[in-house]
Every structure is written in C-alpha cells, then in structure tokens.
C-alpha cells in the first residue's frame, strides 16, 4: 500500500483487477457498446451512399441504379426529422440525473451530519460519477465527434447545449475532489475546507438542473417540454428517486457481507428517503398533466403512450411504495423495491423524450397532419424504434459504470466506510 | 435588405419540379425523407368527395428563429438578409436545431453528418446577386416569388400589399417569412386548406410584427459563414 497526497493506494496487480469476476461482467456490456460504436460509426462515417453524380458517371449500370433506389427508399440514415431525440438522450438524460442525483443526496447528507452516509460517502460519489461519464459517453456517441472541437473554437454562450461544457469541466473535477477529500480525510486542511467544497457543490448541482431544464425548455415548438410545471424541480424529484435506489441496490451488493449492521442501518436510512422521493414523484405527477399542453397529454395519458405511462407510473411510484411504506425486515423487498424504480424511472424518461417528440409537427395549417412525400402514411402519432448499433451503445454504457467503480474501488478502496 | 418568400399554394400542382430544382441545384443529399423543400399532403372529403390540399413548404427563415437560440455552436445562424442558415462544418449534430424548429424544416445530411435546411438559395444564387431561387425559377405555375421586405417597390411587397396572406403556426413567436397567399376568391378551397381560426394579414398589420422582430434579431445577422 502506497501513500500519496494524504490517499492510500492499494497495491493491486493489473493482471488480479482485470481478471475480476466484475471486470468480466463490465467486458461483456463494453462488447456491446463496442459493437455499438463500430456500427455507428461505419454508417456515419465510411458508408457510402450514391449521389446523382454516379449517375451521371455511370450511366445505365445496374449497379449504380439498385444503389441509388436504396438511397433514395431506403431507411433514411440514423436520424429521423420528426423525432431527433431518441435513445440516446434517454439514456444520457438518465445517467446525468441520477448519477448527480446520488451526488446531491450524499453532499446534502454530510451537510446535515448523517452519519452513516457519510462513512459510505467515498463510493456512492464514486457511483454517481461513473454513472455521470457513462452519460457523457451516450451524448458523445449521437453527436458528431469530428466536429466536437467547436464548442471551444465557436461557441454560443447563450445555448442551453454549450453550457453543458463550463457545467461538465467544472462539475467533474468538483466530484473527483469530494471524493479526494473523504479519502485523505486524515488531514487537517482538508477538514476545514470540506464544507466550503459541499455548500459549492450543491450551488453547482442546482445550476445542473437548471442548466438540464433550459435545454429542453428552449426547444418552444415541443410543448410536453415547454408546459411541464418547473421542469428543473422535475428533474430534480425524479432523480432522487432513481438514485435513492441506485443507493439502495449499491449498499447492499457492497456491504451485505462486510458490513451488516451498518449495511441495515444504511439500508433503512435510504428506504425513507426512497419512500419519501417516490412520493413527491407521485406527487408531482398527478398533478402535471393539469398543466401540460393538452395535445401532448392526450398521446401520453389516453393515446398511444399509455400503457407506458401507466406501466411508469406502476413501477416507479405504486409498487415501490407498497414495497417500502410497512418497514419489511427483509432486505429482497427493498431490493425489488429499488429494482422497479430503476426500471419505473428509465421508462419515465423515455416517456419524457419520446413524448416530447410524440406530437408531429406536421399540422401547421391546422387542416390535420400532413403528409411529406407519397411514400409515407400520415403519422399522428410519432415514434421510431432506435437503431441496433444505438441501443448497443446504450447497454454498453452500464458496462462503463461497472468498469470505473471498479477500477477506482480497487486502487483507492471508496467503498470501504470511512471516518471523517 | 430582409429577404421573404410569398406561396401562391392555390397553384400548386405537386409536379416537384421545385425539389427536384433544388436538389439538383444545391445538391442535396438524395432520399425521399431528405428534402430542403417538400408539397405536403392533407386530404380530407368533403360531401364524399376526396379534396387534397398541396401545401409547397420549406424552412420559414424565421425572423425570429428558435434554431438559431439552441445551437451550441453557433452553426446555425442569420445571413445578411435575415437567412437562417447551418454550417456544416461547425455543427456537432446534437439535434437541437430540428427539435427548436417547428415546422420539421431540417434534417440530417448523412453525407456531410450534419444538419441541412433551405438556404433560399442564398450560397449559390443570392450572394452571387441574383434576386430568384432554384424552386421559384423552375416552377412552372409560379406559385413561389422570393423577394426583400425592405425593397417597397418591390414585386413581393407589391403583391402582400394587394393579397391577403397567412403565416403558418404564429402561435410559437417565431415570425415566420413564408407568406401562404390566401385563396380569396375561392371560398371552398381556403376553407379547407386552412383552419379558419388562423389570423388573415394584409401587410400593413403583418409588417410591424416583422420590424420589431427584426429590430431584435439584426445585431445577429452576419456574413456567410464560409
């Protein structure tokens, strides 16, 4: 064991950390976002496509003919013009969320003096980070990578999307610096200014959120987004839920064995505040559709999304809280508990996404929706599946989550329980 | 200089040969969802009688575009002229141009992956001093007229001067420039090709609404992004 800058590191042998059997978990969801990335990448960047030109240049080829018929009929590229957000914004808007959410929680927790929380802080920071850069990972995928170098060379400092960077190069460093201090906690500097880094931290948390909202609610034209009551409290209540049971299902995979007082004490700690999300997020819920705009709460609560909603709202607020409202000894029902908000919060989102889009935008003289070409219905109702290589990227995203914790746990032991 | 476009849609007879002119002049990326412009369809009956309404439409070149507002990168921008353009060369494709715009007016350019709209032609005809588009230059029913708002013997002004005309979703504030020519004398066919409810301009009562919107936005204009 080594010691540098007041941190203890373990010494571990690279060859004993890859061959763990969670690294063999994080490779089989990293094959995916491998394939994921490969296919992605060869249709945006190295499939070629036939243009008028080869027409021209090849007149009559058979070829060129049955190339140019799949241009011009064929699936139409990855992005779809009347629903540009898809999976991956799901995906991104859920790993963000909830990875700041547990962040928030944890932060709010030392603040307050929870004790128990606070000895465990190290790895749910820890979670919350990795689960943050599997976020950042998702966006980087839908985005045009090559291009990415302008967000510093031209930027818009007014657009909800480019205040992204400052968030992300600030909050980060913010994170990885809480976590430094929980671990070097021995030192005397470092008590005295942990408290001016957690009230900074919950300053940038809030921004986060606010920051998050503004880039939905500048898009005027979806309504789902621009008419959802305080949307950066809405984010904020329904990723507590998410990261409540994200804590949950991490205090009990880490500390079940090692640790089984505390792990029960931790355990019931997180069943309240769970509880106690769960219900705002009802809350908030059932009372958010008297304020959205009706055309989009028609397709969410009655139309085609309904039994998502429904399925939603069961998993995320109904059973959950049946689950955790009577104090159950047992911890398999906070586990099944914490399982159906994961679940129930994740369909929320993409009810949140694809919802937005749901509404086409094709009405604009007010005669009924329109159709763009003789070659397609009339949609009423918006909704493309994903591509293959997108939902891999997606799947493969969790294998970033396991990949870090595990690379940082076994170096720098977070998820051992902490005194400071 | 304020450029605009004014739709005598009433004449439009689905020939396409304005997407094909545009495709071909600016050479867009082939594909049927892959269009700068578009005729949309919406049928309705009327007595049992199918009645289609063709709807030619492009991007609005909003005088007071959301687009522009989200673009992180400042890809999307205004021209001289207040022409809403993309950059293809600084678009990241984060999409939120498309999700801002609500007239479904852009899509993804796989060729070149990033956004693509309606330029009005300004990169391979405007700046180049020509006062026509590709879609107005090749249609043969002479349903679209481009033209400057701020050009007062102007043929577009000289026309909202003597018609009645629509913009299309005025509720999102985006002060569209696309003028949709209302069917005066056809009673019938502007009944069914646009909701009753929609506000009927002359230019006098829609031109205040373009000048405040522009006094707001023309600190933005600027040069062709090359």
Redesign the interface.
Known sequence: MANYAGIEINAVSLKSLLTSKAMYVAYGFLLFALFGVIDVFYERYFLLSATAFDAGLAPGSREVAEAMRAAVFGPGGEVKREAPWSLYIVNYMYMIYVGSGIIFIVAVAELIDIKLIKKAAAGYLTLGLAMIIAGLFTIMMDLNVLHLHHMFLSPRFTSGMWLMLPLYIVYIPLVIFEIYLILAHKDVWVKKIAVAILILSLLVEFVEFYVQAKLFDMNSARHLWTTYPVLPLYFMVSSFAGSAAMMILHTYLVYRHTDRSKCAGLMSIIQKLTLYTVLALGAYEATAYLFIDKKWAEIILFGAFKYYFYAYLAMAVGIPFILLFKDFTHNGYKILASVFIIMGTYLGKMIFVYGGNAYPMSDRFGVGFEKYSEYEPVRDVIFFMPPLGEIAIVVGSFGIIILLYKVVDTYFSVSKMQEH | MNFAMALDYQSCIDCKACEVAC??ENGV???????RI?V?????SIFGEPFV?L?P?QCNHCQDA?CV???????SYFALGGIVMTNK????????C???????A???D??H??VDKCTFCYDTRIVNGEMTTACQATCPTKVRLFGDLDDEEGELIQMLTKRKFYV??ED???VPKLF?MLPEHDKNFAM????P??NIYTWDTYKPIIEMAKAKRKPQWQTMQE
Request: hydrophobic share 25%.
């Open positions: 495709k071909e990326q082939l594909g049927a969802d892959k269009q578009w949309t369809q919406s049928e309705k309404a709807h439409s959301p507002d989200v673009c992180p990168t400042g890809s060369d600084t678009c990241i494709l984060c999409k939120g498309m999700e801002a715009c609500p007239y479904d852009r899509f993804v796989d060729t992956v990033a299309l979703k999102e504030g985006t949709y069914n090709s646009v909701d409810g929609t």
